[in-house]
C-alpha cells in the first residue's frame, strides 16, 4: 500500500536543537509575559523581515483583531471573501462591518480596480489579503487610501520572508499581520506577528495584548491576553535559522510540480509576479472540468482514494459561511466564488519527496480527458 501524503507538514528542529534552546527555562521559570526568548525572535524577525516595528502575539487572528482595534476603527472595512474565516471574523468581532470586494482571476487577491466603488462615507480601512504567497497590487491600494483617507491593514499570513522590489512584505501598508501558525512556512507552533510604522499604534497594541496593562499599578485599557509564551518563541527562533533551506527546498518541490502540470489544457497555475521574491507557500492549481475533463471535487477524490491529502483552500469563501446565510451573497464577488469551486492545493512542504510529487502528478494527469 502506497504511503500517505499529507497536504502539509509542519517544519520542526531538530529535538536536540530545541531542547537545547529552551534548557535555560527551567534556570529561569520565566514562560511568558515578553521573557527573553520573545524578546529575542521578536529581534531577529525584525531584522529577517526588514520591518520598522514588530510586536509577536500568540497567534495571527488576533494580531489581525487587535490590529483594527488599535487603530480605532469604526464603520465599513473593505477586504476580499476568497480567504481564511479568521480575516472576516476579525472584522466583525470588532463590530465592524465588511464590505466584499471580488478578487482578480490572476492572482487571486483584491481586484483593485473594483475597490473605489465600494468605498462610502462609512469606510474606514482597507483589508486585503496576500493569497498563496502572491502579493496584492500595493502600490495601487496605497493610492486609493491615500486619496480616501484610508487605513490598510494587510493579511499578509501567507506571505512569510516574501519581498516586493527589495523590500520586506511587512513593510507596507499601515499594518501588516503574519501568522506562525503549525502551517505556515515559518511556525513557532503557534503565533503571530504585526509590523507596523507608527510608534502610537505600538503602544496600543501592546497594552491590548496584555490585558491593558500599561504598568506594574496602571491598567488604561480593555485588553485581552494575546502574549506569546517562551516555548513557543524558541521554537521560532529554532526555525527562523532554518527557514531559508525550507523555501529553497520549497522551491525545488514548487518547480517539479510545474514540469509536470504546466501547458496542460485545462489547468491553471500560480502565476510568476513581477518584481517579487516568493516564498512558495502554496502550489494551487485552478481546474476547468470542460477543458481538462475531471472537475475539482473528482480530483480530489481521486487523490484521497490513494491516501494522498489536497485541500480544497479556500472553499468556502467566507461570505457564503452558513453563519452569515441571508446576509451577504456569494454572486456579489463571482471570481472568488468561481474560484472557490475549481481550485486544489497540492501537498508542498520541504521534505515532500520528489518521487511523490511525481506520483501525485501522475495520478492528477490520468484523469485527463
Not at 52 to 68: C, P, Q, R, V, Y
Not at 275 to 282: G, L, R, S
Not at 294 to 299: G, K, S, Y
Not at 304 to 321: D, L, Q, V
Amino acid at each position: 500500500m502506497e504511503k500517505k501524503i499529507l497536504v502539509t507538514k509542519s517544519s520542526m528542529p531538530k529535538k536536540e536543537e530545541f531542547f537545547e534552546e529552551i534548557s535555560d527555562l527551567w534556570e529561569t521559570h520565566w514562560l511568558t509575559n515578553m521573557g527573553v526568548k520573545h524578546q529575542t525572535l521578536q529581534n531577529e524577525l525584525k531584522k529577517y523581515l526588514g520591518v520598522k516595528n514588530i510586536d509577536l502575539l500568540t497567534n495571527g487572528h488576533m494580531a489581525l483583531e487587535l490590529s483594527m482595534q488599535a487603530l480605532g476603527l469604526s464603520g465599513e472595512v473593505i477586504t476580499t471573501p476568497f480567504t481564511f474565516a479568521s480575516t472576516t471574523h476579525a472584522i466583525i468581532r470588532n463590530r465592524l462591518t465588511p464590505v466584499f470586494c471580488d478578487v482578480n482571476a490572476n492572482d487571486f487577491t483584491i481586484d483593485v480596480d473594483k475597490i473605489e466603488d465600494l468605498i462610502t462615507d462609512k469606510t474606514c480601512a482597507i483589508i486585503p489579503v496576500h493569497v498563496y504567497g502572491n502579493i496584492c497590487d500595493i502600490e495601487k491600494i496605497q493610492d486609493i487610501a491615500k486619496r480616501h483617507n484610508l487605513k490598510v491593514i494587510y493579511d499578509a499570513a501567507h506571505t512569510f520572508g516574501v519581498k516586493y522590489k527589495g523590500e520586506g512584505i511587512g513593510s507596507f501598508g499601515d499594518v501588516s499581520c503574519f501568522s506562525f501558525h503549525a502551517t505556515k512556512v515559518f511556525n513557532s507552533i503557534e503565533g503571530g506577528a504585526v509590523c507596523y510604522i507608527d510608534e502610537e499604534f505600538g503602544k496600543n497594541i501592546y497594552e491590548l495584548k496584555n490585558f491593558g496593562i500599561h504598568g506594574p499599578e496602571s491598567v488604561t485599557a480593555v485588553g485581552a491576553n494575546a502574549k506569546m509564551n517562551e516555548f513557543c518563541a524558541a521554537f521560532g527562533l529554532c526555525n527562523l535559522r532554518h527557514v531559508d533551506d525550507d523555501i529553497e527546498k520549497r522551491k525545488i518541490i514548487y518547480d517539479r510540480y510545474k514540469t509536470h502540470l504546466k501547458n496542460i489544457d485545462g489547468i491553471k497555475l500560480n502565476p510568476v509576479q513581477k518584481d517579487v521574491q516568493p516564498n512558495y507557500a502554496y502550489f494551487p492549481v485552478i481546474f476547468d472540468k470542460a477543458k481538462f475533463g475531471a472537475n475539482r471535487d473528482e480530483i480530489f477524490s481521486k487523490l484521497a482514494e490513494n491516501g494522498i491529502g489536497a485541500r480544497k483552500y479556500f472553499y468556502p469563501i467566507t461570505n457564503s459561511f452558513e453563519c452569515f446565510k441571508g446576509i451577504y451573497n456569494p454572486a456579489d464577488t463571482p471570481v472568488a466564488l468561481q474560484l472557490s469551486l475549481n481550485v486544489l492545493t497540492l501537498p508542498l512542504y520541504p521534505d515532500l519527496e520528489l518521487e511523490d510529487v511525481d506520483r501525485i502528478c501522475k495520478i492528477i494527469l490520468s484523469l485527463k480527458k
